[in-house]
């Protein structure tokens, strides 16, 4: 059968689905046409500290001051977002008068963008939009700001919902955040945004989508639209991921990374598994690369859950392009993407130590993404698990 034509990568489209999204190169400079249609006119970007300088911020910038509107700029967010970065954005929100919220970044950027969303405008406090928390009533409430999703890596898949993790500074965990009347108006998808994304972040953020895709496939509930999403993004990743990295320059391969990393992150709406579980948890308490400790769990995780998900490796070892569709070829298949990537092995190389193996077990079994995973683990398989992360990974 012929590849499909993915030159449409190189062109700028419109979609719908599941919200408003822009998709195209140089679409960044149609954000202030987006504003206006919004009724925006003093937004606040709120963006990572690593953004700072970059190229984008600055092009941003000028493309919203030169179409005569104001705007102010946040950028104290971490690369795992603190519930106290996200107070001190809210505040500079509401002293600069803004009306609506840019989230510009990376997962980390976007995440801390739209817990600040979610109290800017209200006294609720952060915590009380905690996933597993019934929603606040929000009627007798200010409406949530305006809110834009500007994606400057291919990744992290949040720019469709309004969910974003968050580290609880107090108890050294991550927590998901979020509220159901919340949504991004437009999502603006530019790979030129990301062609300056160095190789090592290439292949890191490349690797959040990866697992996105993979867990929520297997995540063992019926949503087909979740799984058809999940399995284009598990094919355009394994297609575009390696060249992005060799080759940043590549719009195409670009492009094809920001669109899987999108459906992959409208794919796990459907659910996340235990490598989320454990990640989250790592990150919070040792400030790791998101996408990077998803990767180096990634393996592990798959190992654990190999009888549960065997009616779901051939249709993901089919979207590889695998002629080996067993669980073995997908295995063997993903840990050569990882070591083609140049991904450590282990958690330990990525610095945690050893005793902290049962208290990061003990934080990821009451993490929203356990609930999903295909086998449901005891404490001392979480543990062992973790351990199996730090000290064999793959």
Known sequence: MAEPDMTFLTESHDWTYPVPIAYGPGRLADMPTFCRDAGCKNPLIVTDRGSVGLPFLDALQRHLVGAGLSCGVYAGISPNPRDNEVAEGVTQYRQGAHDGIIALGGGSGMDGAKAICLTATNDIPLWDFEYSNTPPDMADCATFPTLFCIPTTA?????????????????????????????????????????????????WTGCDALVHAIEAYCVPAFHPQCDGSALEALRLISQYLPTAVRDGSNLEARGGMQVGACLAGIAFLKGLGLVHSISHMVGAEFNTHHGLTNAVVLPAVLRFNKADIAGHVVPMAQ????????????????????????????????????????????????????????????????????????????
């Open 155 to 203: 990744g992290t898949g949040a720019e469709t919902e309004s969910t974003g993790m968050v580290t609880d500074t107090a108890r050294l965990m991550k927590f998901c955040v979020w509220h159901p009347n919340l949504k991004p108006s437009v999502v603006l998808l530019d790979p030129e945004i990301t062609i300056g994304l160095p190789a090592n972040l290439t292949a």
């Open 319 to 394: 979207a590889m392009g695998l002629a080996d569709t067993s669980f073995e070829g997908f295995y063997n298949a993903v840990c050569h993407l990882l070591d083609d990537l140049e991904i450590p092995k282990t958690l330990a190389d990525l610095g945690m130590p050893a005793d902290a193996v049962h208290r990061i077990a003990k934080k990821a079994m009451v993490d929203a993404a356990t609930e999903t995973n295909p086998r449901i683990p005891t404490l001392d398989e979480m543990t062992e698990l973790v351990k199996d992360a730090l000290t064999l990974g793959r």
